[in-house]
């Protein structure tokens, strides 16, 4: 199983999208896609006249602005995608965290409904969704969470990728829109990991929304304890593109 984490970006790129799935309708992997749509959100947030705020990346979620949240991610975000699936002849199925078997708490008070997905080494893996896979669906799982009391969450969509990975044993592909992580040159590099990350951030090559990317696949990489691919969707078509991020 292939678990693709999708980048808030892509949902405004139509043709790009309709790339995406027209690959995915060409390969034979199990493939599950998770993705967020911070973006929507704010717009929904701020339609709503909402102010919304961030701290180190998350956005602050009090109870009030779920639905909104809710709406913009397991919605629109969804069907959005949804939509783009169906028209390249797949048969996508919207899901959230909790369908795919990932339950959360909540991070932190401060944060309001911001959730922490939790990954247990013991319990079965999940079967909603490998029958799903069986079938030829293509599950699409938004980052909205649930706890055991059935409160609802709103989770980094990394996060929630990392999660579902780690609960399928799965591999972890960050599909954005960027070919792959530049050197100084403007040329792909095909590798890289803890050391050379350090290295090169220090040198001001690896900076901004790259670093962000960057030193979330070393994370996820660390915790899945295996490698992890940034890239285009050209990543579906060619194993050997992007850049293999190594703890």
């Not at 390249?88 to 078997?101: S, V």
Request: with cysteine; glycine share 12%; charged share 15%.
């Amino acid at each position: 199983m292939k678990v693709i984490k999708l980048g808030g970006s892509l949902l405004e790129q139509t043709e790009t999208l309709g790339a995406l799935f027209q690959s995915l309708q060409q390969n034979d992997d199990d493939i599950v896609l998770v993705h967020g749509g911070g973006a929507l959100v704010q717009q929904w947030l701020a339609t709503a006249g909402l102010q919304s705020e961030k701290v180190n990346g998350l956005r602050i979620s009090p109870e009030q602005h779920m639905p909104y949240i809710v709406g913009g991610l397991a919605g629109a975000a969804n069907k959005t995608l949804m939509k783009q699936a169906i028209a390249a002849g797949l048969k996508p199925i919207g899901l959230t965290l909790y369908e795919a078997g990932v339950h959360c708490v909540q991070q932190s008070a401060g944060l309001g409904q911001v959730g922490l997905c939790q990954v247990s080494s013991t319990e079965p893996v999940p079967a909603l969704l490998v029958d799903l896979l069986m079938h030829g669906y293509l599950p699409i799982i938004s980052s909205i969470g649930f706890g055991e009391k059935g409160e609802w969450f709103n989770v980094n969509a990394d996060d929630a990728a990392v999660a579902v990975a780690a609960t399928y044993n799965a591999d972890l592909l960050l599909i954005t829109d960027v070919e792959a992580v530049l050197d100084g040159s403007g040329n792909p590099l095909s590798h890289l990991n803890s050391e050379s990350i350090q290295q090169l951030t220090q040198a001001g090559v690896i900076k901004d929304g790259m670093e962000v990317k960057v030193r979330g696949a070393l994370s996820a990489a660390k915790r899945l304890r295996r490698c992890v691919r940034i890239g285009s969707w050209n990543v579906m078509n060619n194993p050997f593109s992007g850049t293999q991020i190594s703890e």
